[in-house]
């Protein structure tokens, strides 16, 4: 459909200057191709994705024993994020290609966002990923992120990642603030951001269990009626203004987890 050509479009115009891009581009770019690919059975949106999961791998740096990546604007710090981010995408590369590569990468990369080096820690707020070094308690769009790696590592073979998975998820469900809205960091008063919101809440969907469906609650529905009109029309407020990857994550999050015809009300509005 219209989307998935739109997506094709973009994925291409990103390829002609792949040797450019930084680790937090590449890999969406990685777990776009395979979601075109698995649409159409597309042979071109193959080859990218094996371009783009090659590409990624050769982006990793490794200090102080731990694999990490940079991001645009990371300066020399390894981002657990960006980690996280990797690891799903060589997830789903594996899952299409059968890359073995691939699957120890994703593997390796749920074992590196794991330790405090990349900013894990477990404190009386909640175990999971701090965004800075400073921070007392876990970010939670980050941390369940981190969470969904773990889930999908411990599938392909990851020992002992079952428990911090767990862990994290405890986390997250006592970061609730209320019911469709939540709150970036453990006891703060942040609200998130549309990009944090919609990530947190598309990664408690790709979990597939009970008891992240339980906490999901009426997040979904509430994040459409923050971002979108009834008709699927973007709105102009504080959600969305100068926020384009928030957008694109909120959509995103609507395809999986919302209303189908709300999901298909956004996507048409946006291709237009």
Known sequence: GKPATAAMSLVEHDASRMNLLSADALAPLTEATSIVFERTGSSRAFALLQQFATALLAAQVR?????????AS???????????????????????????RYRDAALAAAIDVTTPTLGWISSSRGDGVREAPGDRGPNIAMTANVAVLLKRAASLGGRGLLAKYRAAMRTIDSSQAAVGRWYANVGGRRPMSLGEWATTLFDLSATGTRES????????????????????????????????????????????AGDASQAKNAFNDLVK
């Open 63 to 71: 200090q102080r024993g731990i694999s990490g990546f940079f991001g």
């Open 74 to 100: 990371a300066g020399s710090v390894s981002q657990a994020q960006i980690t996280a981010l990797s690891g799903l995408a060589w997830a789903d590369a594996y899952a299409v290609t059968r890359n073995l």
């Open 213 to 256: 469906h339980g906490i999901l609650g009426g997040g979904v529905s509430a994040l459409y009626a923050g971002a979108f009109g009834a008709g699927g029309q973007l709105l102009e407020n504080g959600e969305t203004e100068g926020q384009p990857i928030g957008v694109a994550l909120a959509a995103r999050t609507l395809a999986v």
